[in-house]
Every structure is written in structure tokens, then in C-alpha cells.
């Protein structure tokens, strides 16, 4: 620190972040100087902890992204990282991992039945004609804003898009344009008669040992039209 006084870069000219650093009193500095905070685009998280850098922060030194933060904020790798998760749990022997007879999840069901496409695509079909009648939705890992999603209920609307993409969209999970495929929640909670979602922020500032802080504040989004019946 200067002078007892937080030293911070940004790589990003945004007002609002300065604005509220120089709020704090908060001193500007360079990337290769003694800094204590640094607020940085995911590109250069990537970079400054590149396996080459071998680069660790010091105890007086925060960033604003975790180099992995993709394990949990890609569709795919979260979903990996929650079936993982679920095998602990079982090998563990811990009641939240408790099934039903059906071997469902009692507690862990918060998360429909979910494939990555195209590596688990033949135990999706398995799944699919278990209940040919159901609907599924397919979402980009790597897109957000609603972009890329569609519904399905036959295998020929997949095979169909499969060729009508080929080349692009089928590739290796943890590639950009892998896909995940859900199945369709068509009985979900509405508020008058309209779905929603809540955005809620959380402070991470350790995985190890976990430590969360929750803001008291968010928002719900409200769909613009009612929902009219299960198909939509």
C-alpha cells in the first residue's frame, strides 16, 4: 500500500470503476508495480496466471476473477462439476446425496436431467425414447442473453440441426461451441402467470476454504407475455 492507501489497476476505461476508486481514495498505479487491487478482463486474468508466469498473489493482493472461474459460469463445465460433485456426496455416504427407489435425488434435484452434446449424445437418445413425448431445450455453453437456445421433441428436429451445423456447432465439450441439453420444465412456478428468474450477487473470495458474501439486494425478471400453455 501507499501511504496506508490501496494501490489499484484497471485495464478497462470505465468511469464507474474509477469513479469509484478515487471514492475510496483508492491511488492508481502500473501493472509491474506493488498493486493491491486489480480489476481486469478475463483475458488478462488468463494472462497474468498463465502455467508459464507460474504468478501467485501476495497476501495483500486481490483481482477480480478467479483464473478458473469458467469451471462454474460455463453451462457445460458446471454441469460436470455438479455430477462430480454428486459422486462425492454418494462415495461419502452423505444424506444430501439421499435417492428416492426411483434412484432420483431427493436433495440434488435442483438441476434437470442434463447432457453435454455431442459426447454424451448416445445416453441422450437412451434418455430421449424412455419418454419420447417430452420436450428438451438446447443451450450454447459459451452464450448468455438467451442467444442459440431452442426446443426439440423429436430426434429428427437434432439430427436435422446436427447436419444443417455441420462443421460449427458439434464439437468437443470444453470447446466454445459445445451444447448442453436439458430436459424442459414445462410445469415451472409462475407469478402471475408469468416465469421469472432472480439475479442475486455474490461475493466469492475463496474456493478454499469456501467463503461467500451475499448481497441483501437483486432483482427478478419477469417474461413480457404469460405463459399460455405447456408447449410454450
Known amino acids: 500500500m501507499s501511504g496506508g492507501r490501496v494501490k489499484y489497476v484497471c485495464d478497462q476505461d470505465k468511469s464507474v470503476l474509477v469513479n469509484n476508486f478515487e471514492k475510496r481514495g483508492w491511488v492508481p498505479c502500473a501493472e509491474d508495480e506493488d498493486w493491491n487491487f486489480y480489476w481486469a478482463s478475463?483475458?488478462?486474468v488468463r494472462a497474468i496466471f498463465n502455467v508459464e508466469t507460474g504468478y501467485r498473489l501476495g497476501d495483500d493482493q486481490v483481482i477480480n476473477h478467479f483464473p478458473n472461474h469458467y469451471e462454474l459460469t460455463r453451462k457445460d463445465m458446471m454441469m460436470k462439476n455438479i455430477k462430480r460433485y454428486r459422486k462425492d456426496l454418494d462415495k461419502e455416504g452423505n444424506p444430501v446425496a439421499e435417492k428416492d427407489e426411483l434412484g432420483r435425488y431427493l436433495h440434488l434435484d435442483f438441476i434437470p436431467v442434463t447432457f453435454i452434446l455431442p459426447a454424451d449424445y448416445n445416453l441422450?437418445?437412451?434418455e430421449f425414447r424412455k419418454n419420447p413425448s417430452s420436450t428438451w431445450i438446447m443451450k450454447p455453453t459459451n452464450k448468455s442473453q438467451g442467444k442459440?437456445?431452442?426446443?426439440?421433441?423429436r430426434l429428427s428436429q437434432l439430427k436435422?440441426?446436427?447436419k444443417d451445423s455441420r462443421g460449427t456447432p458439434?464439437?468437443?465439450?470444453?470447446?466454445?461451441d459445445a451444447y448442453v441439453i436439458s430436459r424442459y420444465i414445462?410445469?415451472?412456478?409462475?407469478i402471475g402467470g408469468k416465469k421469472f428468474d432472480l439475479r442475486i450477487y455474490v461475493l466469492v473470495?475463496?474456493?478454499?476454504?469456501?467463503?461467500c458474501y451475499l448481497y441483501k439486494l437483486g432483482f427478478c425478471r419477469f417474461l413480457y407475455s404469460p405463459v399460455q400453455c405447456k408447449s410454450q
Open 124 to 126: 441422450f437418445v437412451e
Open 186 to 190: 414445462d410445469n415451472p412456478l409462475l
Open 148 to 153: 442459440g437456445i431452442f426446443l426439440i421433441n
Open 205 to 211: 473470495t475463496s474456493y478454499r476454504p469456501l467463503k
Open 170 to 176: 458439434l464439437v468437443h465439450p470444453g470447446g466454445k
Open 160 to 162: 436435422k440441426w446436427s
Open 42 to 44: 478475463v483475458q488478462t
